[in-house]
């Protein structure tokens, strides 16, 4: 059975093509679970986000959408919620969804994966950056407010590396990714990044196995053609490090699979 559930739709600002454009693409690549986990809104960076005025006819699109194609696959609704303290709504926490992404986009409000702010990198010590950004996603775990890990290393995505060792600067985020009980999403959007490897890096993988961390698929894709792109690559790693086995929900509710 093969899952992809981080996907946006043109609400977010900056994806293109439809609803049904997405799903046709999934039906044609022969995904069973397939689901959009918009940007959820926030009152900080409203561009790159839907706003909470958007939110009930977001999930009306996909839940329309859902039953249409009800017949050839199964769609999920979500969002995925940017961790950043002060600024998540309850609102968004306490939705009736599938699922919740919970994501690390901002460092003391820098949005470090963005190409507008690249030039942050330049002013910062890179070991300091990525230790900031795991203790942010220990800090999102440990809140409890989440289903899935959202690109869990993707801070890598400009490939400025750090000196340390990152399972060593990731180690307290994983424990805190395990002790949440949340799933670890392996997301392809990072082979089409500079850094041009998928979200997690293999040996991060191999630590999240180790600690029995549970698995998902996906694509993130902001446009059509990025649907499945990577997807047997993804299937491929989760293998070799000994995966068989990945997570879909149901209102929040985890279902293991074998893929």
């Known amino acids: 059975m093969r899952i992809d559930l981080h996907n ?22 022969g995904i069973d679970v397939y689901g959009f ?15 909470f005025e958007e939110m009930a006819l977001y999930r009306k699109e996909v839940l329309d959408a859902k039953e249409k194609y009800k017949d050839s696959i199964n769609i999920l609704v979500g969002y995925e919620v940017d961790y950043l303290p002060g600024h998540m709504d309850e609102r968004v926490l306490d ?21 507008e702010f690249i030039g942050g990198w330049q002013s910062k010590d890179t070991d300091e950056i990525w230790q900031a950004y795991f203790e942010a996603t ?12 959202g690109h869990l290393d993707l801070i890598k995505v400009f490939k400025f590396m750090p000196k340390q060792d990152t399972r060593l600067l990731a180690k307290n985020a994983l424990l805190a990714i395990k002790q949440s009980n949340m799933v670890l999403e392996i997301n392809t959007a990072g082979l089409r990044k500079p850094v041009s490897e998928l979200y997690p890096s293999r040996a991060l993988l191999e630590e999240a196995y180790a600690l029995d961390i549970p698995i998902t698929f ?22 070799t490090v000994g995966y068989t086995k990945a997570v879909t929900f149901k209102g929040r509710d985890r279902q293991l699979i074998t893929f």
């Open 8 to 29: 946006h739709t043109t609400r977010c600002n900056h994806a293109v093509g439809t609803i049904d454009e997405y799903i046709q693409k999934a039906i044609e690549l």
């Open 37 to 51: 986990s918009e940007h959820a809104p926030m009152d900080f960076d409203p561009h790159y986000r839907l706003g």
């Open 95 to 115: 939705t009736k969804v599938d699922y919740l992404i919970g994501s690390v986009h901002f460092i003391d409000k820098w949005s470090f994966d963005n190409p």
């Open 138 to 149: 220990e800090a999102m775990a440990n809140s409890g407010k989440f289903d899935i890990v």
């Open 218 to 239: 996906s694509s993130d894709a902001h446009a059509v053609e990025h649907i499945g792109a990577g997807y047997e690559k993804a299937i491929a790693m989760a293998q």
